[in-house]
C-alpha cells in the first residue's frame, strides 16, 4: 500500500463548475499537509498548507484536512480554464530529525471552456 | 522574498556522458535542500536531501550523487548516464512547513 493515494485522473469538468481533488494517506506521523499545482513541463507551485484537521480557504481555494480519517480534500470553486494543470498533493514528515515530503502521483484537472 | 534558481532548464546527453544540474537558493539561509525526479505517471521521487552543507543523505540507490559545497548550492551528478535517468529534475527547498520548487530541468538520455 502507497503512503499516499491520489486518483490520477483525467477529470474533466466545465468552467465554474466546483472542483474536489483527494488524497488519502497511511503514515499517522503526516503532520503538515499541502497542495500544489503544476503546468506542463513547470515545476509544482504550493497553492496551500495546512497543519491541522478542518477547513482552509484562500480565494477560490479551499484544502481540508481530516486526521481521522486520514483524508485530505483541495475544493476549487469558480473553476476557471487557467485552472487546468496537475495538481499534487504532499505531505510533510518527521524522521531521524529530518524534514520529509511525500507526494502523491498528482490528479490531471481539465476545464473546459 | 526567497528565490531559487536551477540550471540549464533542457538537457540532451549521450548515454555514458556525465551530467551535472546545479540550484541556488537565495533570501535564506540554512536551507533543507532536495532533488527530486519525476518520471510520467510515477510522481514526485525523492533523491536526495541535505541540512547543511556537505551533509547529503540518499533516499534510492542509483548512479547518481549530491553535493552542497556552499550553504545555498545544491548539485546534483553522474559520471556515467544511463538511457533510465531521463526525466525531469526539480530542486527544492525546505522551510518549516512546506517546501518550495525551482522550475525544473528536463534530462533527455539518448
Known amino acids: 500500500q502507497k503512503e499516499v493515494e491520489q486518483d490520477p485522473g483525467p477529470l474533466s469538468v466545465p468552467e465554474g463548475a466546483i472542483v474536489s481533488l483527494n488524497c488519502t494517506y497511511s503514515?499517522?506521523?503526516?503532520?503538515?499537509f499541502m497542495w500544489y499545482r503544476q503546468y506542463s513541463r513547470k515545476g509544482p507551485e504550493l497553492l496551500m498548507y495546512t497543519y491541522s484537521s478542518g477547513n482552509k480557504e484562500d480565494g477560490r481555494f479551499t484544502a481540508q484536512v481530516d486526521k481521522s480519517s486520514k483524508y485530505i480534500s483541495l475544493f476549487i470553486r469558480d473553476s476557471q480554464p487557467s485552472d487546468s494543470a496537475t495538481y499534487l498533493c504532499a505531505m510533510k514528515w518527521s524522521s531521524g530529525g529530518y524534514q520529509k515530503v511525500t507526494f502523491g502521483t498528482g490528479t490531471k484537472l481539465q476545464v473546459i471552456p | 522574498s526567497q528565490t531559487i534558481h536551477q540550471w540549464p532548464a533542457t538537457l540532451v546527453q549521450p548515454v555514458g556522458s556525465p551530467l551535472s544540474l546545479e540550484c541556488t537558493v537565495e533570501g535564506t539561509s540554512n536551507p533543507n535542500l532536495y532533488w527530486y525526479r519525476q518520471a510520467a505517471g510515477r510522481g514526485l521521487q525523492l533523491l536526495f536531501y541535505?541540512?547543511?552543507?556537505?551533509?547529503i543523505s540518499s533516499e534510492v540507490p542509483q548512479n547518481l550523487s549530491a553535493s552542497r559545497p556552499q550553504d545555498r548550492q545544491f548539485i546534483l551528478s553522474s559520471k556515467k548516464l544511463l538511457l533510465s535517468d531521463s526525466g525531469f529534475y526539480l530542486c527544492a527547498w525546505g522551510s518549516g512547513n512546506t517546501i518550495y520548487f525551482g522550475e525544473g530541468s528536463w534530462l533527455t538520455v539518448v
Open positions: 503514515n499517522s506521523a503526516f503532520q503538515y
Open positions: 541535505s541540512v547543511g552543507i556537505g551533509q
